[in-house]
């Protein structure tokens, strides 16, 4: 196992800001790099790298090592926060980055993917509706935590809690999904 894979696994079972760190200070000249390759300036792919980062912290839970490798899964995220961001900006998006080739996925994984997405709303399902709503505004709706709350009218830490609740039962009702 690579050392930039023991470090997300430790962001995602530990939340371990070492490993994040050493994460970041490897990744964030090299996505960099990739994203100004494409014709984005320097102060947006900053940006950029900003969010990804931030995304791996918030979305270490569901890197899986035996599907992705840590860089390919990180490279993943950029590549398609560059697209979104292009996307917004009414530009034609740069045939390197919208179709990678070699990357349709076969009968297999299209299956599993679907298996496990079904997995993913049976275990929705079984939690509680204020948590299933949380996870549901900060994790499909990409809403932070602040919007949610101005949103609903609840308090900061109640949304945190209920998402850190609800994130929990998913862990455990969904660990099997390995």
Do not use: C
Not at 62 to 67: K, V
Not at 80 to 96: A, C, H, L, S, T
Request: net charge neutral; glycine share 6%.
């Amino acid at each position: 196992m690579s050392q930039l894979t023991v470090w997300l696994i430790a962001v995602r079972d530990h939340r371990d800001r070492d490993a994040f760190s050493g994460l970041f200070d490897y990744f964030a000249p090299r996505l960099k790099g990739f994203i100004m390759r494409s014709g984005t300036s320097a102060a947006q792919a900053e940006e950029i790298v900003q969010d990804v980062m931030l995304t791996v912290w918030r979305k270490a839970a569901m890197f899986d090592p035996h599907r992705a490798q840590a860089s390919a899964w990180i490279y993943q995220i950029a590549r398609n926060r560059q697209i979104d961001i292009i996307r917004k900006e009414n530009r034609p998006v740069p045939d390197e980055l919208a179709q990678d080739p070699g990357s349709e996925p076969d009968a297999s994984q299209i299956l599993a993917f679907d298996q496990e997405a079904e997995q993913l709303k049976t275990a929705l399902d079984l939690l509680r509706p204020d948590q299933k709503e949380m996870i549901e505004k900060a994790y499909m709706g990409d809403l932070t935590h602040q919007e949610i709350s101005l949103q609903t009218g609840l308090p900061l830490g109640t949304v945190k809690s209920r998402i850190r609740l609800g994130l929990d039962r998913l862990r455990k009702e969904l660990k099997g999904l390995r």
